[in-house]
């Protein structure tokens, strides 16, 4: 009767609020939002958070690449997705998991937000922590996110141009409006390490995002530099958060201040 159905949902709704969601967003694409997103969950997975990751990204699932999970099919149970469990430990889902690539750049809202919500409302059993991956700018995937999902804080990735901070600031209103808490500003790509010699040099200038967010009055996360063993790591499906290096400790020290 009644009562019983009742009973469901509150049950239901307990148990998301036990899931606590972090959005990895950004205004545009190609500053680093899927290389932050997996590298954060590691980090956060090596402090002890039970953490799994979600691609939400429809134009360009990268997590399967950068997780290593390529052509992997999640099972269904219950009408549930059953996440994929990554090699460094992490379970995942992701868009690309879904369907063939290439194919959901035609999706329309409608199907954006269901796949969202397949993604989100998984059988994510003993997880307090999901990282959400999701896709640049501000379309329909940000909006279900915000109204379906209600994140428990959004972390914005921004390289140091001022293009891309201006794009960030379109992204940060976003949330801020909805009242999704700024957990902070990630600058990426942020200065140039020298693989020869270490030595870091600024060719897009530096500082810029950090003013631009004690402007916004949002925390500031840390600086990740250009480095060319972020990117062979990442490609090889190796974040390099997953060991102690020159190139993981920026991701690692982003993490702690998540955590705390
Ligand atoms: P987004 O998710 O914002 O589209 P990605 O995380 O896919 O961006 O990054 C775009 C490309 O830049 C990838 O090839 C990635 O390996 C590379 N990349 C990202 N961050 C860095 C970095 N700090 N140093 C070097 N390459 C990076």
Redesign the pocket.
């Known amino acids: 009767g009644q009562p019983e159905i009742e009973d469901v949902r509150i049950a239901q709704t307990a148990e998301k609020r036990s899931l606590r969601i972090i959005a990895v967003a950004?205004g545009k694409?190609?500053?680093?939002?899927?290389?932050?997103?997996a590298n954060l969950a590691i980090a956060l997975h090596r402090r002890g958070v039970r953490v799994g990751l979600v691609d939400a990204?429809i134009y360009?699932p990268?997590q399967p690449r950068l997780m290593a999970t390529e052509g992997a099919k999640p099972q269904a149970e219950e009408k549930q997705l059953v996440p994929i469990l990554s090699g460094v430990g992490i379970p995942m889902l992701s868009m690309g998991h879904l369907v063939e690539p290439g194919q959901a750049i035609a999706w329309r809202g409608p199907m954006a937000a269901s796949a969202l919500g397949q993604l989100v409302d998984a059988k994510w059993g003993a997880v307090d922590v999901l990282v959400v991956?999701m896709p640049?700018g501000t379309g329909d995937v940000q909006l279900s996110m915000i109204q379906k999902h209600k994140p428990a804080g959004v972390i914005i990735?921004s390289t140091p141009q001022d293009l891309a901070l201006i794009d960030a600031t379109r992204a940060v209103n976003l949330f801020d409006q909805a009242h999704v808490p700024m957990i902070g500003l990630v600058e990426?790509?942020a200065g140039y390490i020298c693989p020869h010699c270490g030595e870091v040099s600024d060719p897009f200038g530096s500082g810029g995002a950090q003013a631009a967010a004690s402007q916004m009055e949002m925390p500031f996360l840390g600086r990740?530099?250009?480095?060319?063993g972020?990117?062979t790591a990442?490609?090889a499906g190796m974040p390099p958060a997953a060991e102690d290096g020159l190139d993981g400790a920026p991701f690692l020290a982003i993490a702690r201040k998540v955590a705390d």
């Not at 694409?29 to 997103?37: D, E, F, L, M, N």
């Not at 990740?224 to 060319?228: T, Y």
């Open positions: 950004s694409g190609g500053v680093g939002k899927s290389t932050v997103s990204d360009g990268s991956d640049p990735v990426n790509m990740i530099p250009l480095s060319i972020i990117r990442s490609d």
